[in-house]
């Protein structure tokens, strides 16, 4: 049995972002260079990035989703990622790693996306 501060097993720790950090900000930039090819807007912004770690040596750690698991980009969307974020002035090393879970849903779009996507 495990408590609430403890993922149940296969599940990923998704914890929150660093936002605090300096060089979040422009990391979330990036982030919003990245489209979904499928889909005509940022991956950001549909809610693909789950969590954006940073710390004190600027090591970028980012947890993202694909819109469904059989994408035909889900090998190259996480390069595509770190290539967006590598340049950053201060940025030392990125890692992005795919998880699955949560599952990704419509719910998790900016309400630009839904916007941009005529949902609203």
Avoid at 93 to 113: N, R
Wanted: charged share 20%; glycine share 6%; net charge negative.
């Amino acid at each position: 049995m495990s408590d609430a501060n403890t993922p149940m097993e296969g599940t990923p720790l998704i914890q929150p972002s660093t936002t605090d950090h300096p060089l979040y900000d422009n990391v979330v930039e990036a982030c919003r260079s990245v489209y979904d090819p499928e889909i005509p807007v940022n991956i950001q912004d549909l809610g693909l990035i789950y969590t954006i770690k940073i710390n004190d040596e600027n090591e970028v750690k980012v947890l993202m989703s694909l819109t469904a698991p059989g994408c035909p980009v889900a090998g190259e969307m996480p390069g595509w990622v770190a290539d967006a974020i590598e340049p950053l002035a201060g940025v030392k090393t990125v890692d992005v790693e795919l998880v699955w879970e949560p599952q990704w849903g419509m719910d998790m779009m900016s309400d630009e996306a839904r916007l941009e996507l005529g949902f609203m």
